[in-house]
């Protein structure tokens, strides 16, 4: 659990220095992005591509940890050893997959 809160701690510094540039340097905007998956599948296609190390992935309000509990490769989520690609049982409770992150987008 404190691995899982530096992660969220890391995404607020890397804002507050974003916002510390000097004058004149290059500035872009990162805009925040939410894509919310109620499917069965093994990988998850983003509706954009994810700043480097700004993704926060939830699996049924569980934040996981990529490298271990997922992997990305350009806009593409695929869990590791999770049962994401099996449709849930009858009446059970529906599986939700949150991914937030920022996109970069120049100014």
């Known amino acids: 659990m404190r691995r899982r809160a530096l992660i969220a701690l890391s995404l607020l510094a890397a804002l507050v220095l974003l916002d510390a540039q000097p004058p004149g340097a290059r500035t872009v905007t990162l805009a925040p992005q939410i894509d919310v998956f109620q499917t069965s599948s093994a990988a998850y296609t983003l ?7 700004s ?14 509990d997922y992997t990305l490769a350009g806009n593409v989520v695929a869990f590791v050893g999770q049962s994401t690609a099996t449709p849930r049982p009858a009446g059970g409770p529906p599986r939700v997959i949150q991914v937030m992150y920022w ?5």
Request: proline share 8%.
């Open 47 to 53: 509706t954009k591509m994810p700043a480097t190390n």
């Open 55 to 68: 993704m926060m992935v939830f699996l049924n309000g569980v934040l996981m940890l990529q490298g271990t």
């Open 103 to 107: 996109v970069l987008q120049p100014s």
